[in-house]
């Protein structure tokens, strides 16, 4: 199905409205998210990514509504060429370890080299809830750190 156009009633406002099966979070931070924002900000500043996503899974989970506890990454950089899988996950960890040791529950990596996203842009897809969340007390001393 292609995209329709439509248009405003201004003369410079033309608007690309796709199915929502082509829908993709926008890049922007958001004001509401701000450990999502930390996460993108942190990221962004270490490693100067081609290609970056963040994307909060919590709502996937046993926590309460609107938690940013449980995140999934897709990091792409020259910084990773010639380093192995391993590597690039603690760097990443490293970059974020604030916010493991204190708000986020969770964190999903996937860390390409450009070379890699070229040849697989693809995002992981992250495995359904099993519900063990539910009764790990960490989660909520966390997601309460997260408050203060």
């Known amino acids: 199905m292609l ?9 410079i406002c033309l608007s690309v ?10 890049m922007d931070p958001d004001p509401n998210r701000p450990v999502e924002t930390t996460i993108r900000t942190k990221l962004t500043e270490k490693f100067k990514p081609d ?10 989970h046993a926590v309460p509504p609107g938690s940013e506890s449980h995140f999934r990454v897709l990091v792409v950089s020259t ?17 974020l370890k604030e916010e493991l040791s ?19 842009p693809a995002l ?5 809830c099993m519900g063990g969340s539910k009764n790990d007390r960490t989660v909520e001393e966390k997601l309460k750190a997260g408050r203060e």
Not at 3 to 11: E, H, I, N, W
Not at 17 to 26: D, G, I, S
């Open 3 to 11: 995209p329709s156009v439509s248009r405003c009633t201004r003369p």
């Open 17 to 26: 409205v796709r199915p929502l099966a082509h829908f993709r979070p926008p």
């Open 51 to 60: 290609h970056l996503e963040v994307h909060n899974e919590s709502h996937m």
């Open 79 to 95: 910084q990773f060429v010639g380093l192995p899988l391993i590597q690039r996950h603690r760097l990443v960890n490293e970059a």
């Open 102 to 120: 204190s708000r986020v529950h969770a964190l999903a990596i996937q860390a390409k080299t450009p070379e890699q996203w070229g040849v697989d």
């Open 124 to 128: 992981g897809k992250s495995p359904s």
